[in-house]
T-cell receptor
Framework: DTEVTQTPKHLVMGMTNKKSLKCEQHMGHRAMYWYKQKAKKPPELMFVYSYEKLSINESVPSRFSPECPNSSLLNLHLHALQPEDSALYLC??????????????FGQGTRLTVV | QKEVEQNSGPLSVPEGAIASLNCTYSDRGSQSFFWYRQYSGKSPELIMFIYSNGDKEDGRFTAQLNKASQYVSLLIRDSQPSDSATYLCAALDSGGYQKVTFGIGTKLQVIP
């Protein structure tokens, strides 16, 4: 199993809604990441979890709240988002703490639309 | 601000030709570099990583790194229409070993 699975694939939410994005991997990877990608832009790092602890928060607004319940699961809780938060949200995992240096995989992403 | 620069393209090459994709980076301390392929609407897929000066070959792909010039390239030999995608260059930040800065990506079109 070399997959990072993200659910849902598409999400439309209102600005007052609370929703969560889910990411799961069963490759034994110990680092997991959330990236945000807007159209025709590169992925931008949001959060990094290493051994289930938050190691990097790229000054992301508090309306985005990450959670790592266990080594296989990564959530992103969303609350009071703005239309400009509409983007493709990508989860990734890597075998070690060096992203991409060995085996690193992205999930298929959740396309989020905030209305 | 650490940056990775790429020409957004599109770069058009005929089928069977060599596609050459280039990238420069600003963080002189970066040690590891990656090429990702991203099809439209899909997630990035790691093609190659390189951390030593020189060439690294994997099948039809060759990555080239020149740290003195802060330059990374990707050559795709015998280009196929299925290679048509956006290719993202990325560099591992020197200050944070888990942070990777991506370039905007070069859109490659392989013409049959």
């Amino acid at each position: 199993d070399t997959e990072v699975t993200q659910t849902p694939k598409h999400l439309v939410m209102g600005m007052t809604n609370k929703k969560s994005l889910k990411c799961e991997q069963h490759m034994g990877h110990r680092a997991m990441y959330w990236y945000k990608q807007k159209a025709k832009k590169p992925p931008e790092l949001m959060f990094v979890y290493s051994y289930e602890k938050l190691s990097i928060n790229e000054s992301v607004p508090s309306r985005f709240s990450p959670e790592c319940p266990n080594s296989s699961l990564l959530n992103l809780h969303l609350h009071a988002l703005q239309p400009e938060d509409s983007a493709l949200y990508l989860c990734a995992s890597s075998q070690g703490e060096l992203f991409g240096l060995t085996e690193a995989f992205f999930g298929q992403g959740t396309r989020l639309t905030v209305v | 601000q650490k940056e990775v620069e790429q020409n957004s393209g599109p770069l058009s090459v005929p089928e069977g030709a060599i596609a050459s994709l280039n990238c420069t980076y600003s963080d002189r301390g970066s040690q590891s570099f990656f090429w990702y392929r991203q099809y439209s609407g899909k997630s990035p897929e790691l093609i190659m990583f390189i951390y030593s000066n020189g060439d690294k070959e994997d099948g039809r792909f060759t990555a080239q790194l020149n740290k003195a010039s802060q330059y990374v390239s990707l050559l795709i030999r015998d280009s196929q229409p299925s290679d048509s995608a956006t290719y993202l260059c990325a560099a591992l930040d020197s200050g944070g070993y888990q942070k990777v800065t991506f370039g905007i990506g070069t859109k490659l079109q392989v013409i049959p």
